[in-house]
């Protein structure tokens, strides 16, 4: 029958023979063992959380490749040097499309901030134009130190609808050329 001192000594007896294991093991091995979805899925929100106090993006596509490493282990069961190779290839393919493509579109999208010279160079639509004394107004597509219209002089004839480019500053207004 049932013999309770038995039982104890034979899960006594499995418990130190899994320590025992445990201690055996390798780190590596370990790791394999011990490490689930979840904590991949932890570790890559603290990681985007961190990005609040550091702003850098740096850790928001660590942190999310972490979290899809996650996603990836909670359906197909990897080992964890794979995992690890994973989440590095991800990250690494993240931060390079950041900061190669996406960060200097969103960089170049305002120009506020810029130095009155970084005009020259960039084109506008005419909105208004006086033929005679050659004065007009502009508009950017994107504000423009801090607006989107500018006044210019413009020695060419232009109607509005017309695209200009900035040949120079002159005060507060831009000296443009017909494009």
Same mark, same amino acid.
């Given at each position: @029958?049932?013999?309770?001192?038995? $039982?104890?000594?034979?899960? $006594?007896?499995?418990?130190?023979?899994?320590?025992?294991?445990?201690?055996? @093991?390798?780190?590596?091995?370990?790791?394999?063992?011990?490490?689930?979805?979840?904590?991949? &899925?932890?570790?890559?929100?603290?990681?985007?959380?961190?990005?609040?106090?550091?702003?850098?993006?740096?850790?928001?596509?660590?942190? #999310?490749?972490?979290?899809?490493?996650?996603?990836?282990?909670?359906? &197909?069961?990897?080992?964890?040097?794979?995992?690890?190779?994973?989440?590095?290839?991800?990250?690494?393919? $993240?931060?390079?499309?950041?900061?190669?493509?996406?960060?200097?579109?969103?960089?170049?999208?305002?120009?506020?901030? @810029?130095? @009155?010279?970084?005009?020259?160079?960039?084109?506008?639509?005419?909105?208004?134009?006086?033929?005679?004394?050659?004065?007009?107004? #502009?508009?950017?597509?994107?504000? #423009?130190? =801090?607006?989107?219209?500018?006044? &210019?002089? $413009?020695?060419?004839?232009?109607?509005? =609808?017309?695209?200009?480019?900035?040949?120079? #500053?002159?005060?507060?207004?831009?000296?443009?050329?017909?494009?």
């Amino acid at each position: @029958m049932y013999d309770a001192a038995q $039982c104890s000594q034979n899960l $006594c007896s499995l418990l130190a023979h899994k320590i025992e294991h445990d201690e055996t @093991m390798t780190a590596i091995e370990w790791l394999n063992v011990h490490v689930e979805y979840w904590h991949w &899925i932890v570790a890559g929100l603290l990681f985007v959380l961190s990005e609040i106090f550091l702003t850098s993006f740096i850790f928001l596509w660590i942190g #999310v490749s972490a979290v899809v490493v996650g996603i990836t282990l909670l359906f &197909i069961p990897i080992s964890f040097n794979a995992q690890l190779i994973l989440w590095m290839l991800l990250s690494l393919v $993240c931060l390079v499309l950041w900061f190669k493509f996406i960060s200097p579109v969103i960089k170049t999208r305002s120009l506020a901030g @810029m130095a @009155m010279e970084s005009l020259i160079g960039q084109q506008a639509t005419v909105v208004l134009f006086d033929g005679e004394s050659g004065n007009g107004k #502009v508009k950017f597509s994107v504000p #423009v130190l =801090g607006s989107e219209q500018w006044a &210019i002089i $413009c020695h060419d004839v232009v109607i509005p =609808g017309d695209r200009v480019k900035v040949t120079d #500053v002159l005060g507060n207004k831009l000296l443009t050329r017909k494009v």
